[in-house]
């Protein structure tokens, strides 16, 4: 059997493609570094550093798009893209846990 398939992403600009590409990357490092989640040092320093280029990648694509014209973001548009990709379970990896109660 065949898994469900996913929705379609809806119509984006190659800037905004690689936008959310980009910002992705950026809360999947983010969401490694977390110290609320995380068990090791070196892992976290890792991702600290990736995170780095992963955000000067994002500020270019933010580059590129302002350069086109670009000058608006079509939030709904792009929060749908960031759902079918799987956004809200890789942002929910910044988040800090809430405690159990004892």
């Known amino acids: 059997m065949l898994p469900p398939e996913l929705p379609p992403l809806p119509a984006l600009t190659c800037a905004e493609s690689a936008f959310i590409d980009r910002y992705l990357e950026v809360v ?3 969401g490694r570094i977390n110290p ?3 068990a090791h040092t070196y892992g976290a320093l890792r991702a600290a550093q990736a995170l780095v280029a ?5 500020r270019d694509a933010l580059t590129v798009m302002h350069m086109r ?3 608006e973001l079509h939030t ?3 929060a749908r893209a960031l ?4 956004g809200e379970r890789r942002a929910s990896r910044i988040t800090v846990l809430s405690e159990e109660p004892s």
Do not use: F, I, M
């Open 28 to 30: 999947d490092q983010l």
């Open 36 to 38: 609320a989640r995380g």
């Open 54 to 58: 992963r955000a000067t990648a994002l």
């Open 69 to 71: 014209g670009e000058s």
């Open 76 to 78: 709904a548009t792009l």
């Open 83 to 86: 759902r079918v990709l799987d």
